[in-house]
């Protein structure tokens, strides 16, 4: 009984578990998914939103005029306005800086990337560097002032500090250990859903598990990281930034521990109340049987005033218990017809 009985509660068991793990699985997989695309949504939002201030703000005649009387109080505005930003400014076609919105001296930027891109014909331009201004790692935006003809007067650019994007893209929380990361297309951080673990200088993850992975298409992925195992899913912005959404794989599978625990206490119940039936049952039928052999062999020695127990049970031990009864009745009357015939 408990061997037939434990092959099929193994069975149930067995494929009720892995029935949970591939339904919590996509369960998991289904929120990081859904997570990741809704903040790509919103950075998609975001970034869009910004470009439209960069170029609605170059197409103005104050910004073209290439004079920084008229072109401060702009900056200044849309600095006032959009309080993620440290500094707004523009340069000529020359990379020297005419207007900001910080009051701080001009510079020169014809050495950075984002102004070579955008003088050379691209239409905006993001990197991700460490500010000339502030020496911390930050986000530049960049879009072309257009004359006549489409001339190329100038730059308009805005910065932020990373940790400031951290907060305005990256607020993801999954339970206590999940959180987003922004990387751009070469790997480096823009926001992180902990921005205290953004330093001084710039943060090179383009080894991150997660965008390796994603590079050879295994999506979710597990990795693990610090000594902990870790679950995360990566999705890419239309600028082609890439997000990471990633928690912790202890907390992400917890219910389904429990569940798997509660599932192995209850087979264990199950079991164990089988193995007493079991013993109970055995017992009700050895015990009678042992009873009768005892009988039919004390009947095989001439213990003919032997009495039979249990022929009063109406199962198949009764009907065996009867059947002795009556051999022993037979026996008997043998012997007393042998006796008188003697």
């Known amino acids: 009984m408990i061997v037939v009985a434990l092959i099929p509660l193994g069975g149930v068991w067995y494929i009720s578990s892995y029935q949970a793990r591939e339904d919590w699985r996509a369960n998991i997989n289904h929120r990081l998914i859904g997570t990741a695309e809704g903040v790509v949504k919103t950075i998609n939002a975001w970034v869009d939103m910004n470009v439209r201030v960069l170029r609605q703000n170059a197409a103005l005649d104050d910004i073209k005029s290439g004079v920084a009387e008229r072109q401060d109080p702009i900056l200044k505005a849309i600095g006032g306005a959009y309080d993620w930003t440290y500094l707004v400014f523009t340069t000529d076609a020359n990379g020297q800086n005419i207007g900001r919105n910080d009051g701080n001296p001009l ?44 001339e190329r007067l100038g730059v308009i650019a805005m910065a932020m500090h990373l940790t400031d994007v951290s907060q305005q893209v990256a607020d993801v929380h999954l339970g206590e250990t999940g959180f987003a990361i922004l990387v751009d297309e070469q790997g480096k951080a823009i926001a992180h859903g902990r921005p205290d673990q953004l330093t001084e200088s710039l943060q090179d993850l383009s080894a991150h598990p997660a965008l390796m992975a994603a590079a050879s298409g295994q999506e979710p992925i597990v990795y693990e990281q610090d000594g902990k195992q870790v679950v995360a899913y990566t999705a890419k912005t239309l600028n082609g930034w890439t997000l990471i959404v990633q928690q912790g794989y202890d907390e992400a599978f917890a219910p389904l521990r429990l569940a798997e625990r509660n599932a192995l206490i209850l087979l264990g119940v199950s079991l164990a109340t089988v193995i007493i039936l079991a013993l109970l049952l055995a017992q009700r039928l050895a015990s009678p049987i042992r009873q009768l052999t005892t009988t039919a062999d004390n009947l095989s020695r001439g213990k003919l005033d032997e009495k039979v ?20 009745v037979s026996i008997r009357m043998a012997f007393e017809r042998l006796q008188k015939a003697s």
């Open 107 to 150: 510079q020169s930027y014809a050495d950075r990337e984002y102004f070579k891109k955008v003088m050379s014909g691209d239409s905006f331009v993001q990197q991700v560097l460490v500010g000339r201004t502030t020496g911390k790692p930050a986000l530049i935006l960049a879009a072309p002032i257009l004359g006549g003809e489409n």
């Open 309 to 328: 127990m249990g022929t009063e049970r109406g199962d198949e031990i009764g009907a065996l218990a009867r059947a002795i009864d009556r051999m022993g």
